[in-house]
């Protein structure tokens, strides 16, 4: 027990693992602030920043954003994402992917964290804000920083759950020790307090007796002289105060420098964690401030923390990247409280309030103390604070109420139910106890305000108790207890009807719901539809009970409204398979109440039923519209059809349309031959509304067949808007104009689209109509114009060809001029036509039309005068021009001047008159490519020229100058000799010239240029053609570039030197260089182009320029010339290319030379990197006395990489230097090996305390056999689990059995002895001494990883260890496996007993007995004992029975055979039959009756054994097999138990057997006793013909005797029933009165209460005969009706006497009995 732990101790992630550089595991770049996220913030070797967030619940799905941010953290539940940026902070919903919130702050913020799901707090170096993620607001303010902490790091900030009370935590360097600062701040009262600790928290407590909470502060310090914990109350709950606890905190002497950096608080079960900086971790109970486990739990600095909610422990992450997670141990942490630290009310106090197991015999020998004390409401708290209420039993209620009361005081199971209900609620037996007593005092409103505050536990039984006093709270207990069938009986008579179905769903239950309806119905009708419809509507698994059967029952009581009201709900889904039930609701309504029926089928709900035969009681109910509408048989239709003036219009212009158009349009010839005038609106308004049917064309001659244009008119009035058919705008039209309706004909030759333009004109033309604008209208849309005005003009209609072209439209103006023309019509009239339009005209088409017919001039006073009057239309100009131009009137000043024509029209129209016309427009207009065609066709290259220079547009320089324009020389020529020349613009000249370079046309251009920069033109000094002319040289003739260059002075030398490399003109861009003095640029192109390192070498020399040599020294590097680029370098004093120097050095191990450059790198720079490689220069010099001057001075050099370099050359004595000197004892433990100087190698191990290190020692010593320093080392390695299994195998390869298992043994003394070391000895013991693993096991078996253990015991073939390791394992089944394979190592009883108990495979419980059976047959009944509660005893006894050793086990039989099972009774029966324990089987017949009872009966009956045949007897009565017991018994003369089976069997057929066989066998005395035992079930005659016929009568008179008795007793209750007075209420008063007690008579529908003797019977009396005559003579009471009898009281028959004789002197009685009451 010394070895349990109180906490579980786990790795829960490395960091590592998931590709996490060890760079970035710190307090700067990691963040958590929950035990779902880790948040960090990486740089790749790329420069990459990212931002990495592993989610604990699923750590391999990381995410991995590219984020730039100085800090990162993450919610603490969702995934919502805060960065900072420098002074930039903002917050990101990752879910979302978007933008919460942002915000710049003015300070810097040192510190921030989330203190709940929705704030963040943000420390800046003088204040502290909150800022929520949630709305737009701004960080708040909420305090200052107090000047204390001004010095300070922060490192955390708490809050309590309130946000009432914050402290913000700080530590600083003073006096050689780390210490802490806290600044507690309340918000209430808005008051700060500087206090000295390194970490605190806040938690809520309730102090006992309070109901609110108090706040609790937590702080841990540690101070120059001392570490505490101080717990202290900051905010007073409704209790008492708290009291301020002060607890040491203890450091081991090696952790001097240890302090505590975080603190979590578990309100839950009221620990304390506390970690330190060395990673030890405290627990200490929150209430009292004891200590309750301190252990050290990671070698590294666990820098962040946070509180697991799903442990109620704490969670963080080390430097090595381990996420460590501690909590308590719920199963241990009681028992080590009580045995390690000896502190019960500490164990009581946890294991009370968080039910925590090991401390019940406490409670219960307290318990038991205080009870015997009489302190009852003392022990009752007790009782009531038992871990998972292991007091509170039956058994402690007994207790109570067995105690003495004393007087004046509250009885004791009061005082403890009093306790209970304070404390919390009562469990199942508590709440009987307590419920039955105060129920009995009338006191049930305690009851409902228990119930009401949940105080007591529900079962069936209290709601039984419950149930008589109030039935509304019993069901309420019925419903929190499941007891369904209790709780659908309440509310059925409850009336909650609605509440029964929902509740059978809910619960599962299947009750009889037609019973349930039935009762229901009884008493509310109403509620009973209400209830079939909830039974029938259920959507789960279909309805609950049949329609057909709840329908039946409404029947049966006449319930018309309450069936409609239930088919008309339950049929409102209108299936097919619901056509029956849908008839019927209609049948029984249209006979009962035809309005419902009506309604039901208006409302169209039903589609299913039996159409034709509901239509026929439509019919005879006079419902002629519901039977129309179901009627399918045309000669029904129309017999109920004819009856028009019966029926709604509106209903048969409905109905007209389901039927078919052939039948439609039959009907409506019928209503307009019979009474066209009366029908004619009605067929109409069927036409319109049935035209798609009937189509537009049948009712069109429908009407045109009875010659009614009135009626075609109106119906088509209503179809034209809709209809797209010709035809029907045509007969509109027609119809229209035929009864005068002219506005309409023009409305649709206006408006319509659709009718027959050509049909409608000639038509119209046709009919002559006293207005021609609808013919003027169609032909107008219909572009008939010109016929139109032949037609109009023929016709002398001028007035409407006026009016069409200056009304309706003008635009059509010369269409109509154009036919007039064509008419030969006056030209007068034709020129007033066109000046009456005026400007409505349009001008094009009028121009066209003249000048078509050759008659343009006769427009020109019209177009005068359009000009006249502003107009500025291109076409008016265009054919003023074009009649100017034909009569030569000054054409070109028109041209020249007019801005108004279209260029290329007028162009056009001059080109075959006059080319210089044309061009003169086509200039005007700049219509290019017009102009260069006529320019071409005519030879005007000197007008192209100019043009082109002038218009200095690429594109068209691009047209002219393509290689496939034949006139390309020509213009050239002409572009050169003239049109250049002439110009004096600098833009038209670069125009042009770069138009001759797009076209390329080098040696063109190079003429043109020449000619203008050399030969002295006004441009020769312009910088652009300078650089022109050198390019285009580069490009189409390099020969002349040298010329060039040093002739021109005025041109881009860097860039037409560049240009001139691309040419691979080296020499020329040499010259430009040099020329213009770009020194550096010239000895580029030396090195690079020209590649002469001499020429360079020597221009170097020559120009003595840093930048020169800088150049110079980079290409002899590239070359690998290190001296001489070294040299050049250094004459540079040029540092910048040290890293490619340093590679060349170290390639070429110029070391010396590269010393010499990093000391002059180091005056000019800086760099780590220059430093670092001087010392690595300086090492593979072996200048040792120089490197450890230089580090001993200040320097940035990374010693650490370079002594890892100079490691892994082995430069070990350089290396020892270097590590010494940044006291990385680890590395140089290393070189001290490397150098075999392991003693001072494992000094310098422990200073680097390091796992690596250790491991690395280890191994050197272990292969160097030092196994004194190897042990040394061994047992810093040990102590970590993950290393251990390395550590082994290095021992176990190299054959040191023995002393690794020393090494082992010494450690396990050790106080950070971890599970990994006894796992791993203990294996080592199975396979090297196998001797000790017992002892081993025994003594370790709790700190033993079994899993392990086991496999190795399995390898090495130990059973009884294996067996050991698989019960501490709680691994039964593999236990109790082992043991009966491996019996002989293995198995013992009593264990084997223990464990086969515990086993969770049942199958192995069978294989044990079998097992038994066979190894330990005599064990195997105590073995089946201790199974008896979990095995199938029926699977059992078929096992044995299979293995034939079913006696073996006889005993166990027996024990169960209470359990009344077929298997066990048949088997135990086989055995007393087998044993011939006769009295044992009868017994097991009469108190078990699951066996095969006809088998065995069977079996039996021919038993040797007298005593069993007899059993199989009284087997066969049992079974009611009456006659075959009875032929038993006979067989063995056994006539007492054959008259018994006969009495029993209440068969008559069976007595009179019996009877006979008396006879037969002369039993004489067996006859009597028959009669007298079955005296009820033999018939009299048999009995006597028996009697008379044997001559035995004597025998038979006492039941003739007994039998004569009871008849006449009979006769006279008969009799005494038959005389009824006439005060009948005496009478009967006085029949109540002699009635049986407890009688109910039934009522009378008279009055009173029926006479029971009148129940059920009734009376004749009749006479055959009198001397040869016969009167029938009747009396007769009748009886009353069975529904009125008493319950068991059931009338058989009546009882009849007949009295009669054959012959006229004598009376012959016959009489005949049949009475009697079932």
Request: charged share 25%; hydrophobic share 40%.
């Amino acid at each position: 027990m010394a070895n349990i732990l109180p906490i579980r101790f786990q790795e829960v992630l490395q960091l590592s693992n998931l590709g996490i550089n060890q760079t970035s595991i710190g307090f700067a770049t990691l963040t958590m602030e929950s035990e779902k996220y880790i948040c960090i913030r990486e740089t790749l070797q790329d420069g990459t920043n990212n931002v990495v967030i592993i989610d604990l619940d699923n750590p391999q799905q990381l995410i991995r954003r590219p984020i730039s941010a100085d800090a990162a953290i993450m919610n603490p539940k969702e995934q919502v994402l805060a960065l900072k940026a420098a002074q930039n902070l903002q917050i990101f919903s990752i879910e979302h992917k978007k933008k919460l919130k942002g915000y710049t702050t003015n300070d810097q913020v040192v510190f921030w964290k989330w203190i709940s799901n929705n704030s963040l707090a943000l420390v800046t170096p003088t204040t502290v804000m909150h800022w929520s993620k949630e709305g737009g607001g701004d960080p708040v303010k909420v305090f200052d920083r107090h000047p204390d902490l001004a010095p300070t790091q922060i490192i955390n900030y708490r809050t309590d759950s309130t946000q009432q009370w914050l402290c913000l935590i700080g530590i600083s360097q003073k006096e050689g020790r780390v210490v802490g600062n806290i600044q507690l701040f309340s918000v209430e009262k808005n008051v700060s307090q500087s206090i000295e600790g390194h970490a605190a928290a806040f938690a809520n407590y309730t102090v006992p007796g309070a109901s609110r909470p108090s706040v609790i502060f937590a702080i841990a310090v540690r101070t120059a002289v001392t570490a505490k914990l101080l717990i202290l109350e900051v905010s007073k709950g409704d209790g008492q105060p708290f009291t301020k606890k002060a607890t040491d905190i203890f450091f081991p002497p090696e952790a001097a420098a240890d302090f505590p950096v975080s603190m979590q608080i578990s309100e839950k079960y009221e620990i304390i964690y506390v970690i330190t900086k060395f990673g030890y971790i405290h627990l200490f109970d929150l209430s009292t401030g004891t200590l309750i486990y301190r252990n050290r739990i990671s070698s590294e600095t666990i820098f962040v923390s946070a509180f697991q909610e799903s442990t109620e422990g704490v969670i963080g992450v080390n430097r090595k990247g381990q996420v460590l997670s501690v909590s308590i141990d719920e199963s241990t942490i009681i028992p080590y409280i009580m045995n390690t630290l000896n502190n019960y009310e500490l164990a009581m106090s946890m294991s009370s309030k968080n039910s925590l197991p090991g401390a019940e015999q406490l409670f219960q020998m307290q318990f038991d103390r205080l009870f015997s004390m009489g302190d009852y409401k003392g022990a009752a708290t007790v009782a009531a604070q038992s871990p998972g209420n292991t007091l509170r039993s039956i058994a402690t209620i007994q207790k109570f109420q067995a105690a003495p009361a004393i007087p004046n005081q509250t009885p004791p199971l009061l005082v403890y139910f009093t306790v209970l209900l304070e404390r919390g609620k009562l469990n199942k037996i508590e709440s009987l106890e307590l419920c039955r007593p105060v129920l009995q005092q009338g006191r049930k409103q305690l009851v409902e305000k228990w119930l009401q505050e949940d105080k007591l536990e529900c079962s069936e039984q209290l709601g039984d108790e419950v149930r008589p006093h109030d039935l509304t709270v019993a069901c309420s207990i019925y419903l929190r207890a499941n007891s369904s069938d209790k709780v659908i009986a309440c509310f059925a008579e409850l009336g909650q009807y609605d509440k029964i179905v929902a509740y059978a769903k809910k619960s599962g239950v299947s009750p009889d719901f037609m019973f349930l309806l039935g009762r229901i119905l009884n008493v509310n009708p109403a509620g009973a539809v209400q209830f079939a419809k909830q039974l029938l509507e259920n959507t789960e698994g279909g309805p609950l009970v049949d329609i057909g059967s709840v329908v039946d029952l409404l029947a049966s009581r006449n319930l018309v409204p309450q069936i409609t009201e239930l088919l008309l709900d339950v049929l409102k889904a209108d299936k097919p398979e619901q056509g029956a039930l849908q008839t019927r609701l209609l049948e029984i309504n249209l006979v009962k109440t035809p309005q419902v029926a009506d309604a039901i089928l208006g409302s169209s709900m039903f589609t299913h039923y039996n159409r034709q035969r509901v239509a026929q009681l439509c019919e005879k109910a006079g419902l002629f519209q519901r039977a129309l509408e179901h009627y399918s048989d045309m000669p029904d239709i129309k017999r109920v059809i004819m009856n028009t003036h019966s029926l709604n219009p509106e209903f048969l212009l409905n109905y007209m349309g389901q039927l078919s158009a052939e039948d439609c349009l039959g009907i409506l010839k019928d209503m307009l031959r019979t009474n066209i005038r009366a029908n004619l609106q009605l067929v109409v308004s069927i036409a319109i509304k049935y035209t798609a049917q009937l189509t537009a064309e049948s009712l069109i001659a429908l009407f045109e067949e009875f010659k009614t244009f009135d009626g075609l008119f109106y119906f088509l009035s209503q179809i034209e808007k809709t209809s797209q058919s010709p035809e029907v705008h045509f007969k509109y039209i027609e119809a229209a104009a035929k009864i005068g309706q002219y506005k309409e004909v023009e409305r649709m030759c206006r408006d319509s689209e659709h009718y027959d333009p050509v049909r409608t004109r000639d038509f119209l033309k046709e009919t002559r109509l006293p207005d021609q604008l609808p013919l003027i209208i169609v032909c107008d849309r219909f572009d008939f114009v010109a016929d139109m005005t032949t037609y109009l003009y023929k016709n002398n209609y001028s007035k409407y060809i006026e009016a069409y072209v200056q009304k309706i439209n003008p635009v059509n103006t010369p269409t109509v001029v154009g036919s007039l023309l064509d008419l030969d019509c006056p030209t007068d009239y034709v020129t007033n036509l066109v000046m009456s339009v005026r400007s409505l005209c349009p001008i094009e088409p009028m121009v066209e039309a003249a000048e078509k017919r050759n008659r343009l001039k006769l427009l020109l006073p019209w177009l005068e005068s359009r000009i006249s009057e502003g107009n500025i239309e291109p076409a008016t100009h265009n054919a003023l021009a074009k009649i100017y131009i034909d009569s030569n009137k000054s054409p070109e000043q028109f041209l020249t001047s007019n801005q108004f024509y279209d260029s290329k029209a007028v162009g056009k129209y001059c080109e075959k008159r006059d080319p210089y016309l044309a061009f003169v427009a086509y200039k005007r207009g700049l219509c290019d490519f017009e102009l260069i065609d006529l320019t071409n066709k005519n030879q005007l290259f000197k007008h192209q020229a100019r043009y082109l220079v002038e218009r200095q547009d690429q594109d068209l320089w691009a047209h002219v100058l393509n290689d496939s324009n034949e006139f390309k020389r020509s213009l050239i020529d002409q572009v050169v000799q003239t049109a250049l020349p002439e110009t004096k613009n600098p833009v038209e000249v670069q125009s042009t010239v770069k138009a001759f370079m797009t076209a390329d046309l080098p040696n063109e251009l190079i003429e043109l240029l020449e000619k203008i920069v050399i030969e002295g033109h006004e441009f020769s000094g312009n910088k652009t053609l300078q650089n022109l002319l050198i390019l285009t040289a580069i490009k189409s003739d390099k020969t002349r570039v040298m010329d060039y260059v040093n002739r021109l002075d005025n041109y881009d030398a860097p860039d037409i030197a560049n240009i001139a490399i691309g040419a691979d003109l080296f020499e020329e861009a040499f010259v430009i260089f040099r020329k213009f003095k770009h020194n550096g640029q010239a000895i580029q192109v030396l090195i690079s182009h020209i590649g002469s390192i001499d020429r360079a070498t020597e221009y170097a020399d020559r120009v003595n320029e840093p930048e020169v040599y800088s150049k110079l020294g980079r290409a002899q590097l590239d070359r690998n010339l290190v001296p001489e680029s070294i040299g050049s370098f250094i004459k540079a004093n040029d540092p910048e290319h040290y890293a490619d120097v340093v590679s060349a050095a170290k390639r070429g191990e110029r070391y010396d030379d590269l010393v010499k450059y990093l000391q002059m790198c180091r005056k000019k720079l800086k760099e780590s990197f220059i430093e670092s490689e001087l010392i690595y220069a300086f090492a593979m010099t072996d200048r040792l006395a120089d490197l450890e001057e230089f580090i001993t001075s200040p320097n940035c050099a990374d010693i650490q990489a370079i002594g890892d370099r100079c490691f892994d050359q082995g430069l070990y004595e350089a290396a020892k230097l270097l590590f010494n000197n940044i006291s990385n004892f680890g590395r140089l433990a290393s070189c001290l090996v490397k150098l075999k100087q392991y003693t001072a190698a494992v000094d310098a191990a422990k200073k680097a305390n390091s796992t690596k290190t250790w491991k690395e020692i280890n191994l050197a010593c272990v292969e160097a056999k030092e196994f004194r320093l190897a042990q040394i080392c061994g047992l810093h390695i040990i102590i970590y689990g993950d290393e251990l299994e390395e550590l082994i195998r290095n021992y176990e390869i190299r054959g040191h059995f023995e002393e690794l298992i020393a090494l082992l043994d010494t450690g396990l003394d050790q106080e950070r002895a971890n599970s990994g070391m006894f796992t791993e000895l203990a294996i080592l013991y199975s396979k090297y001494k196998e001797e000790k693993l017992m002892e081993h096991l025994k003594k370790y078996s709790q700190k033993i990883l079994l899993p392990k253990v086991i496999r190795a015991c399995q390898a090495n073939q130990q059973w009884a260890e294996l067996t050991f390791c698989y019960i501490h394992y709680d691994e039964h089944d593999n236990a109790a496996l082992t043991m009966m394979k491996h019996s002989e190592d293995a198995w013992e009883h009593s264990l084997f007993k223990e464990v086969i108990v515990k086993a969770s495979n049942i199958d192995y419980y069978y294989k044990a007995v079998l097992f038994y059976l066979e190894e330990q047959p005599l064990m195997v009944n105590d073995l089946l004992s201790a199974l008896i509660p979990r095995i199938d005893h029926t699977y059992t006894v078929q096992h044995v029975r299979k293995a034939g050793h079913l006696p073996l086990i006889k005993t166990y039989l027996v024990a169960v055979q209470h359990n009344n099972l077929t298997a066990v009774n048949d088997a135990l029966n086989e055995l007393y039959v087998e044993e011939g324990d006769f009295e044992n089987l009868r017994t097991s017949i009469d108190s078990f009756n699951n066996f095969d009872a006809i088998a065995l009966a069977q079996k039996l009956e021919k038993h040797e054994i007298l005593e069993f045949r007899r059993i199989a007897a009284y087997v066969f009565k049992k079974n009611n097999r009456w006659a075959q017991s009875v032929e038993l018994s006979k067989k063995d003369k056994l006539y007492k138990d054959a008259l018994q089976t006969a009495t029993e069997s209440r068969d008559q057929s069976v007595a009179e057997d019996l009877l006979r066989f008396f006879v037969e066998n002369g039993n004489h005395s067996g006859f009597a006793a028959t009669l007298y035992t079955c005296y009820d079930l033999i018939r009299p005659d048999v009995a006597i013909e028996l009697a008379w016929k044997n001559k035995i009568v004597d025998f038979a008179f006492p039941y003739i005797i007994q039998y004569v008795r009871d008849v006449d007793s009979r006769i006279a209750t008969l009799e005494k029933g038959l005389k009824i007075p006439k005060e009948g209420d005496e009478i009967l008063d006085k029949k109540k009165a002699a009635a049986p007690e407890g009688f109910q008579q039934p009522p009378n529908p008279d009055g009173g209460f029926m006479d029971p003797n009148m129940m059920g019977g009734g009376m004749g009396m009749g006479m055959g005969g009198f001397g040869g005559y016969g009167a029938p003579i009747g009396m007769g009471v009748p009886a009353v009706p069975q529904l009125m009898a008493p319950p068991g009281w059931q009338p058989a028959m009546g009882y009849n006497a007949g009295m009669g004789s054959s012959s006229g002197n004598a009376f012959n009685n016959s009489p005949n009995f049949g009475f009697g009451f079932q």
